[in-house]
């Protein structure tokens, strides 16, 4: 985690904004007791997938434009804007969206293992806070039909890498190698609270 400016606040609590739309992450982020607004970021992804991305770096690039296009909508708030990416090989995985792309995704990683890059932006005025969080997954040998049959069950369809850890998911890894579980699920608390303690939210 780093950040860019002055690390002292003073005066009133900012308002707090979620740049995301995403169940898991409005969940997480009740967890800290803190109230909090979602709104959906005025950024269009697309546009900033290029081809042949390095998946760190567009993780990061996606997390600073979510929170970067609330800043002008919410001026004086602080803005948390975070993005995942799931990369093996170089190889980057979205949301698979589909059923079929669900089994292709999860047939890929399968043996094999990869890394969930979760990237971390806060942004209050001309202060930036930035945190990556990085866990590599083992993917046990699966059989196609196993495949479906998780994909059947858990219907990963907007989770990149096509499975969700919090759920049924848990089944199909032999092993986990995290510093923080929630940057797994959308959100890396164990940062966040650190950065918004920093801007002057008491947690706990």
Request: charge should be negative; hydrophobic fraction near 40%; proline fraction near 5%.
């Amino acid at each position: 985690m780093n950040g860019e400016g002055s690390s002292t606040f003073s005066g009133p609590v900012p308002d707090l904004v979620l740049a995301s739309t995403s169940v898991y992450r409005r969940v997480l982020l009740q967890r800290l007791g803190v109230p909090f607004r979602c709104r959906a970021p005025l950024c269009d992804e697309s546009v900033l997938k290029e081809e042949g991305s390095d998946p760190t770096k567009l993780a990061e690039r996606l997390a600073y434009a979510k929170a970067d296009s609330l800043v002008s909508a919410e001026p004086g708030a602080a803005i948390i804007g975070c993005d995942q990416v799931v990369s093996c090989e170089g190889q980057v995985f979205g949301k698979p969206l589909t059923a079929a792309r669900a089994v292709d995704q999860l047939t890929a990683l399968a043996g094999r293992t990869h890394e969930l890059i979760t990237a971390l932006v806060v942004i209050r005025g001309e202060w930036t806070y930035h945190h990556t969080d990085v866990t590599t997954l083992w993917l046990r040998p699966l059989t196609r039909v196993a495949i479906e049959r998780y994909v059947a069950a858990d219907q990963p369809f907007d989770c990149a890498g096509s499975y969700k850890l919090e759920s049924h998911g848990i089944v199909l890894f032999e092993e986990i190698e995290s510093k923080d579980h929630t940057a797994i699920t959308g959100l890396p608390l164990i940062a966040l609270v650190s950065i918004l303690r920093e801007l002057g939210f008491e947690i706990p």
